[in-house]
């Protein structure tokens, strides 16, 4: 890094040209999604209409998430629009902010670098990353979901596990896709921290259902079922398995290989996270799982793949770690991965997914995330080190030497 000297300098330049870059180049999505929650409430509220009839003005988009998400959301019915959306980029940054702390936080104490600098660069190159500017610029909550995911893999970090379960509960019950991480305490041994996550999501559902209960039965026995409300499962924004087989076989057909090749992936996930936890290495665990649910949900939004940031972290720690013994070789792949998940090439094919090319293309933000499934690294900590994964005291995030 640079001098002292340079720091201040190098980090305004950085800050200034991230900022330019961000409101000069990327598409900028005009907070479509917050303003589907805000159309969304204030008809609920104001107008007595029902959650799962609002559509956004001119558009077939509507509510599509359960019926305690927009308890939750209750608040916007308060404040004016530019409120909303100032409430919805201060959560997405305080949520970005505790991230880094958490993932990149360890890293940079091992590597000894100047602290306040490399956060600096690490946001820098966290706002450049195309699911966080869209996440941002949508006025999406994945930030904050993955937040509350990650607060309960500290608890369990911290030897708190039994307080574990809350987080990831109501992210579940704000959106399905973190149920996965249910699971992921299940098959490790943490019943009862899976009871506690099973039985929040469970408790705010009811009391979604008591504010509501006409808009619990549409979705459960209706919305939820419906992928149409969220757009075209082709649509090359879609980068889950059943968003490649759509474009692969636009009428339908590759439909029915989806639940095969969900199961396949379930299989992988659940063999690596097991093997992550009991070789005492829960970061890599909640990061397997974080890709497993982006490949197995029916819809993955771009903005979607911020769950594998974890996962990033994780090989830019491991290629970092080896670069020291000088293979700089995962250096590479890290920094070539990272530019291509910044360069939103997959709307290169926004019109046409055809051919091979197409193919690999379109589908390239899948490619990646599968790659990580499969080969993200897992570090066997000493034997003394490890405890059993039941207990909820493995841990693996704060650790300022992560063998390899």
Known sequence: MTGPVGRPVTAVFLVVATAVFLVTVPLFRDFFDVGVYYGT????????GRIYDYLSPGTRYGFTYPPFAAVTMLPMALVAWPVAVGVSIALSAASAALLLHWLAGPVIR???????????????????????RDTFSFGQVNLLLVALVFADARLLATGRGRYAGIGIGLAAAVKLTPALFIGYLLITGRRRQA??????????????????????RTFWTAALWDTDRVGSLAYVSNQSLQGVLARLQP???????????VLLVLAVWAYRARTAARDGDDAAGFALTALAA??????????????????????????????RRGHRDLLVVCAVLYVILCSSMV??????????????????????????????????????????????????????RTPL
């Open 41 to 48: 409430i204030d008809q609920w509220v104001h107008h007595g």
């Open 110 to 132: 091992r590597e000894r670098w100047c602290r306040w600098f490399a956060f600096v660069v690490a946001g820098c190159l966290f706002a450049l990353f195309e699911p966080v």
């Open 195 to 216: 009871a506690l996550a099973t039985g929040t999501a469970a408790a705010a559902t009811l009391l979604a259902a008591l504010v509501d209960p006409g808009a619990s």
């Open 251 to 261: 009428d339908g057909g590759g439909h029915l290989l989806w639940p095969a090749c």
């Open 294 to 323: 982006c490949l197995v949900s029916p819809v993955t939004w771009v903005h979607h793949l911020v769950w594998a940031i974890p996962a990033l972290v994780r090989l830019t720690d491991t290629a970092l770690q080896r670069a």
């Open 347 to 400: 709307w290169l094919w926004r019109e046409d997914s055809t051919g091979v090319g197409a193919f690999l293309g379109s589908n390239a933000y899948v490619w990646i995330t599968l790659g990580l499934l499969l080969a993200l690294p897992v570090n066997r900590r000493p034997p003394a080190a490890t405890a059993p994964a039941a207990s909820g005291k493995v841990s693996s995030w704060d650790s300022h």
